[in-house]
């Protein structure tokens, strides 16, 4: 049993780097895709926050900081440093999982939309004091705001399409400890 346990544990690791994987090249491959004045939200960063507070064992810290910094670098940002603030985020959120499984949608959604707003001051902080080119606020503010709403669309889709839901009361994981 412990073998299946494992196995599950890597076959959503690698569900995941696919999806980080297609997720990254279809932002820099010229698809033509409107953005019709607003701009696209970062789904790669809230399924990171979804899956990171319903199977934290699922995301080791390595991998969400290896994919984050794969994507500073094809994106041309800073390198690793978007994937710190990522890294920071998702640790803060990971260590209060057990939290957010009492939560409702909107409570969850909320610390989310604090932590996304956290990390971009942060972010733009570091740019500022460093005096390195940023995008200009409102674009950046337009992003926040179209990537905070977009969260529970995500969950939707981390829950009923990928299955990955909330560890139920009693469960525990492969070394036999309660999630």
Known sequence: MNETLRFDTLAYLG????IASVSILSRILPLGVLEAG???????LLLTMAWVLRRPAH??????VL???????FMMRPPGLWALAVLAGTEFLRRRNQVVREMNL??????VAAVLVAMTVAYRLVLMIVM????PLDLSLKTLVVTI??????VWVLQVVLRVKKPATGEVDELGRRL
């Not at 569900?15 to 696919?18: F, S």
């Not at 709403?149 to 995500?154: D, E, F, K």
């Open 132 to 135: 390195s080119p940023r995008e």
């Open 59 to 64: 995301l080791p810290a390595l991998a969400i």
């Open 106 to 111: 909107l409570l969850e959604w909320a610390m």
């Open 38 to 44: 607003w701009p696209l939200p970062d789904l790669l």
């Open 15 to 18: 569900l995941y780097l696919l």
């Open 67 to 73: 994919v984050f910094l794969a994507e500073d670098l």
């Open 149 to 154: 709403l977009v969260y529970p669309l995500v």
